[in-house]
């Protein structure tokens, strides 16, 4: 499954400079966290593992985008102070790759594993607020 997730966020880096173009950075933005939210969750309903290993493909390849493009964004939007904005993005990147594996491990250790793996999900429908205020912007 690891793999599977590995291989997606690959090909979905390789193939959003074509999705970047078709839809503009605030609408892939939304797009990949709103598909991301939708095949995470899938991941943990699904009882078939062959549908669960697509789940996580297509998960790879929605969340793949996201940080590249952000960080794009990040520019545009505070171009006078584009190093500042570039790295407050990538330190929230940071800090979601160091805390999400350890916090999942904690509620799983205390209230079971489906309840840890729910983390993920909530994670991606954060994800979702800042494509959302800069579609409202």
């Known amino acids: 499954m690891i793999s ?3 291989l997606a966020m690959i090909a979905g880096r390789w193939s959003s400079q074509w999705t970047l173009s078709a839809l503009g950075p605030e609408r892939l933005l939304l797009v990949s966290a709103a ?3 939708l095949c995470l969750s899938g991941m943990f309903i699904l009882r078939s593992r062959v ?3 697509i789940s996580t493909f297509a998960a790879g390849a929605f969340m793949a985008p996201i940080f590249p493009t952000a960080i794009g964004l990040a520019g545009r939007y505070f171009p006078s ?3 500042t904005a570039i790295s407050l993005v990538t330190t929230g990147g940071w800090i979601g790759a160091i805390l999400i594996p350890p916090t999942v491990g904690f ?3 205390r209230k079971g594993v489906a309840r840890g793996v729910l983390i993920p999900v909530g994670t991606a429908l954060l994800m979702l607020v800042s494509p959302a205020v800069l579609a409202v912007r």
């Open 35 to 37: 598909g991301a939210v």
């Open 4 to 6: 599977a997730f590995a």
């Open 51 to 53: 549908l669960m290993a």
């Open 81 to 83: 102070q584009v190093g």
């Open 107 to 109: 509620i799983a250790n």
